[in-house]
């Protein structure tokens, strides 16, 4: 058996349905947590539940949600939606609450918020109006780093905590399992880390003076049958560069340094996310020089780093980049302005009229 | 009489692998979407580990996977296939072939939204296509249901009355990635014994009784296949009682064709499929607590469809109000309330008020209160029985009256577009096999060049694909129009109502992507010859494919290519199917451990050598083809001015390019281009041109002295490092000398200008 500390008791009641919604960026392994948590709980202790998770393509980067739900009492669990309420809601990575809006959707006073975070609970900026149980972050990339493992592995130690249902050592068994395809030390690493996350958890009671983070509206109206443009074209391509894609990022970026740079351009000709920013002569005479990194859009592959002839770009752990290497822009604004009137046929006004005249086809 | 079972908590998908494993099948013919992938990925996996001895083949479409089946099933073989949305459609043209020879099967369909706009998720539009096959369709609405199914299948579809191939309709995601408790037989042998042996009284596979499969026939006889078909349908809904009867006893697991749900004493109920049942039992759950009188009908059988069974059931029903998954645009109903509501119109004494309302398209969420909200409305029915509007949609959003999306960069200018950065020359006759040259600015001033994709986009870290495409634009003067075929390339740029590419972009499905940009070349050149496009705004035609596409869409791209169209086709080559998770492509190198050619005890990868797509295309006798991997050098950018100057002068160009894949190839992002730099010094991916039918070497790594072996460049690649064992050595082995010989040959190719 697993040695674990005994959990003090504590007066927590066993929830008859728990339901648990994960927040990710694909390859966190928010998926395989949610796999590892519910079959802890329906094979090790007798539950009935289900998994399930939300999809894009098979690919790294996109955002995932991964979903358990768990009956103590044993009642089938049937349903196949989507998890709106959830009782535990875990965000994989801090910079989600900046650039994924969405993910605090329908958390209520029961909802137990966890966050993988270097910060203590009250220090989490809160999108104002929320309603929360309790608030806990751990540091899990941090100690995933430093024992070698899975982020869901140190996730999992946080999510069980606010998990009474299923005990722990119940947990190490299924992760134990989990992993049994790897090697022994990386398996050994995963339940280290498991463990070690324990004494990492920090929780309090949620503070409503938290919640004082100015939800950012879509720079994009929303899109209807009203408004949308027929056909499912796009009129304003090329708006992907309003797209945040620093959760990518797995604790590490380039960092450049302009006093050794000359300019060569071989950072750019290899780089998949176009993040470099140049001075360009509009006449064309001087040579473009490399202004910086617009970190809004690197993923932190380092392709540019392994390119580089001198030591202009090296890899630094990703916190400790300066404040003032992360102000360069790829664009120097972003335009909003309303598209051409030439767009305007493209959903017919009087197929609109008439609807509005009918009201809802409902 | 019961047959001992185990608990498990799997998914959809995992349970056809159960099923599958218990039926051993002879064979698989698949080709992989999402979401039915991971059935041949699973099965696949079983094989390599020894566990079943199906053979799998994966097809170069579905519409040759369907084939493949119906080859297979004609020899009497037990026959598997998997398939969703836009493949389903693809091989549906075979399907009824396969019902009217009266060749059983079983062919998974995990529903998924049609294209398009492309959507991967879950709805039923695919699954309407089926219902005018001859196909039965039985459907699954949880992951235990399609394990059962996929057993009972094959025994109705076997059966001498029926002799059908049977469709199992699981709803994508919602129950083929859905993990739930579930059981299965602890016994293989209770399922063969169950399905008992395969009889069949006609074979391919009997040359003492040869037959004529497939004649020729006409009136007045095909109405009389047709009436046969008939009536094996109409004897498969008894069969499909009798047998999961037969199933009950061994498994206290039972199906009714049509499953009634506290229908006793309702006086209005829904009438769902699959999933969207299973949520919805919830909320009659919650509707009974409240005394409200209602109840839910669902389907497991489609075809034939339960007319007895949903006249009795509805009997004493005053609404019924139908949910669909998809519409029939026009028909005001969608295809299952015309099922429906002619069931209910056969039986003279039904005065049951009936809605439609279309709900959960393309992987919309269907909810508890989604389900109670159809409730009510089937109440409010009972009290008027017009209460409600016939049909509608629910779930929709009305977006905000008029707004449009705002421009959030500028169009990119002509005058941006045209550069001093490249130049042509032509060389004179007789100096060079080479009939243009190229001259490129050096990479510290191409960075000036616009970029055609804008940052943002969500590709995989170090993914080879958009700085390769980059390279390549970084050599195109001037307004491009580009096509993407389905592909990482297209995915990642265009998740609505997001699009990364700032020219004119459009994308069609990846069997058809040459045919449609050769359709809108000629068009501009028409509209050009008429005047109705200015004879000086000149465009590039571009066509972006991912080695996938040049596998299903490799037919049309030659036919496209022996037209000659003015065009580029672009191939970013990242050696498989990586959108949909990793499976081989036939452009996989040899060995190569994917989630189709998974490595076990009986696999070392995959099994057959990668496809030599730039010979292929040079034979179609275009004026350019090449090969290039992205570099800090600038071949590539040559190229793609060269291509260019072809497109606009001549006619078809095909270019290729190997790019990095380390999600899917288990490499360092960071090593991208050292792993492509050794595919070029191993001599696997031989960096040339053929120009005018003369093929030129850019780079010789024999007289450079830099070949080295094929370890070299396999052991950085987590997916390849297996071929350096010992017990692969033969396989290693065969690899490099099939690399070897492909050099020799294209050594030989451009030291002789007559090969």
Redesign the interface.
């Known amino acids: 058996m697993w040695p674990f500390k005994k959990k003090a008791p504590e007066a927590a009641v066993l929830r008859k349905l728990l339901s648990v919604r994960m927040e990710a960026i694909g ?1 966190q392994g928010a998926n395989s947590a949610g ?1 590892i948590l ?2 802890a709980a ?2 090790g202790m007798g539950y ?15 955002p995932v949600r991964s979903y358990v739900r768990i009956s103590t009492e044993k009642k ?7 998890i ?1 309420h959830p009782d535990v809601l875990v965000i994989f990575h801090e910079s989600l609450l900046d650039s994924h809006n969405e993910i605090m959707d329908g958390s209520t006073a029961s909802t137990e918020l966890i966050i993988n975070s270097k910060k203590d609970p009250q220090d989490i900026r809160l999108p104002r109006g929320l309603k929360l149980k309790r608030v806990t972050t751990i540091d899990a990339t941090a100690l995933a780093l430093r024992c070698n493992c899975g982020l869901n592995a140190t996730m999992l130690a946080a999510i069980v905590e606010a998990c009474p249902e299923i005990r722990k050592e119940i947990l190490a068994q299924t992760l134990a399992t989990y992993f049994s395809g790897l090697s022994e030390a990386a398996r050994k690493n995963n339940l280290d880390g498991f463990e070690v996350a324990f004494k990492h958890i920090k929780s309090r009671r949620f503070n409503e003076d938290q919640c004082d983070r100015e939800i950012q509206s879509s ?11 027929i056909g ?1 074209v ?12 620093s959760a ?3 604790g590490y970026a380039p960092l450049f340094t302009k006093e050794l740079c000359y ?4 950072c ?9 920013v ?1 001075d ?1 002569d509009p006449t ?1 005479v001087k ?2 020089t490399l202004q910086g990194i ?1 970190y ?2 690197c ?5 540019c ?3 580089c002839p001198v030591s202009a770009l090296t890899v630094s752990i990703e916190t400790e980049i300066p404040t003032e290497a992360k102000k360069h822009r ?2 120097s604004s ?7 009137k030439q ?2 046929n ?1 959903s017919s006004p009087t197929y ?1 009229e008439k609807i ?1 005249k009918n009201g ?3 | 009489m019961i047959c001992e079972q185990i608990p498990k908590f799997l998914t959809g998908n995992e349970m056809v692998a159960e099923a599958a494993r218990a039926i051993d099948f002879h064979f698989m013919g698949y080709y992989p979407i999402t979401p039915s992938t991971e059935i041949a990925e699973l099965i696949n996996g079983m094989k390599s580990r020894g566990e079943v001895s199906t053979v799998l083949l994966p097809a170069d479409g579905e519409h040759g996977a369907a084939g493949a089946c119906f080859g297979a099933a004609s020899g009497g073989a037990r026959v598997l296939n998997a398939t969703s949305a836009n493949g389903f459609l693809y091989s549906l043209e075979q399907l009824p072939v396969q019902a009217g020879s009266r060749l059983p099967m079983v062919l998974n369909l995990v529903t998924r939204s049609v294209s398009g706009p492309l959507d991967i998720r879950c709805d039923h539009s695919d699954l309407m296509f089926a219902l005018q096959t001859g196909w039965i369709v039985l459907l699954a609405s949880s992951p235990q249901a399609v394990y059962d199914m996929n057993i009972l299948a094959v025994k109705l579809g076997e059966h001498p009355d029926v002799r059908l191939p049977v469709i199992v309709a699981s709803d994508g995601f919602f129950t083929s990635h859905q993990r739930q408790s579930c059981h299965i037989f602890k016994e293989k042998k209770d399922v063969q014994e169950f399905l008992g042996p395969r009889n069949d009284t006609i074979t391919t596979l009997d040359p003492r009784k040869p037959i004529t499969l497939g004649p020729y026939m006409n009136d007045p006889d095909l109405i009389n296949n047709k009436y046969q078909l008939h009536l094996a349908h109409e004897a498969a809904l008894t069969v499909f009682k009798d047998i999961c009867h037969e199933y009950e006893q061994r498994t206290s697991r039972s199906y009714a064709p049509l499953e009634t749900y506290k229908m006793e004493d309702a006086v209005s109920a829904l009438f769902l499929l699959n999933s969207a049942a299973e949520t919805a039992k919830d909320a009659v759950d919650r509707a009974r607590e409240d005394g409200k009188k209602v109840g839910l009908l669902k389907p497991n059988i489609l075809r034939p469809f339960p007319f007895e069974d949903l006249k009795i059931a509805s009997h004493e029903l005053s609404s019924l109000v139908i949910g669909e998954r998809s519409d029939s645009p026009g028909s005001c109903g969608g295809p299952l309330s015309q099922e429906v509501r002619s069931a209910l119109l056969a039986d003279h004494h039904s005065e049951i008020s009936t809605v439609s309302r279309v709900y959960g398209l393309g992987g919309k969420d269907f909810r508890e209160e989604d389900a109670a909200e159809l409730i009510e409305l089937g109440l409010r029915l009972v009290e008027k029985a017009d209460s409600a509007p016939f049909f509608g949609f629910i779930g929709t959003r009305t977006g905000v009256p008029n707004t449009l999306p705002p421009q959030v960069l500028p169009a990119l200018e002509k005058s941006q577009m045209i550069s001093k950065l490249v130049s042509i020359e032509k060389m004179s006759p007789g100096t060079s096999k080479q009939h243009i040259r190229a001259h490129v600015a050096d990479p510290s001033l191409l960075v000036a060049r616009p970029k055609r994709i804008s940052p943002g986009h969500g590709a995989c870290p170090g993914c080879g694909i958009f700085s390769g495409l980059d390279q390549f634009f970084k050599g195109i003067e001037g307004d491009v129009v580009v096509l993407y075929h389905t592909g990482c390339a297209m995915v990642v740029t265009t998740d609505y109502p997001f699009s990364a590419h700032r020219v004119t972009y459009i994308h069609n499905l990846f069997q058809n992507g040459a045919p449609t940009l050769s359709g809108l070349v000629e068009a501009f050149e028409e509209k050009r010859r008429r005047g109705e496009i200015q004879a000086n705004d000149d465009l590039t035609f571009i066509m972006i494919t991912g080695d996938g596409g040049m596998d299903i869409g490799m037919g049309p791209t030659i036919g496209t290519a022996l037209r000659n169209h003015k065009m580029i086709i672009l191939e970013y080559d990242n050696q498989g199917y990586m959108n949909t998770g990793g499976q081989l492509s036939y452009t996989t190198p040899f060995g190569k451990a994917t989630s189709t050619s998974q490595v076990g005890k009986n696999s070392f990868g995959k099994p057959f050598h990668h496809k030599d797509t730039v010979s292929i295309m040079a034979a179609t006798g275009i004026s350019y083809v090449f090969s290039a991997i992205e570099g800090v050098g600038t071949d590539l950018v040559e190229k793609a001015a060269k291509a260019q100057w072809y497109a606009k002068n001549k006619g078809l160009v095909f270019g290729k390019i190997l790019v990095a894949c380390p999600l899917n190839w288990v490499s360092e992002e960071r090593q991208g281009l050292e792993i492509l730099q050794r595919a070029a010094d191993c001599c696997f991916f031989p960096i040339y041109e053929v120009e005018n039918g003369l093929t030129i070497l850019n780079y010789d790594p024999e007289a450079l002295g830099k070949k080295v072996p094929v370890e070299n460049w396999l052991q950085m690649m987590g997916k390849e490092k297996h071929l350096l064992k010992p017990e692969n050595s033969i396989a290693l082995k065969e690899f490099q000398c099939e690399v070897d010989r492909r050099w020799a040959q294209l050594k030989a190719k451009s030291a002789h200008p007559l090969l």
């Open positions: 390859g796999k519910a079959e329906v094979l009935s539940g289900n998994h399930f998770s939300s999809f894009g393509s098979e690919k790294r980067g996109s089938p669990v049937r349903t196949a939606s989507y709106k720079p994009l109206p929303e899109l209807g049958w009203l408004n949308a443009p499912g796009i009129v304003n391509p090329g708006n992907s560069a309003l797209k945040d894609h990518s990022r797995k300019n060569c351009g071989f750019d000709m290899v780089c998949p996310d176009f993040c470099f140049w360009l064309g040579t473009p617009d809004q859009y993923k932190g592959c380092q392709k780093v392994a390119v790829v664009f972003l335009n909003a302005a309303n598209i051409e767009w305007k493209l609109i509005s809802d086809l409902k």
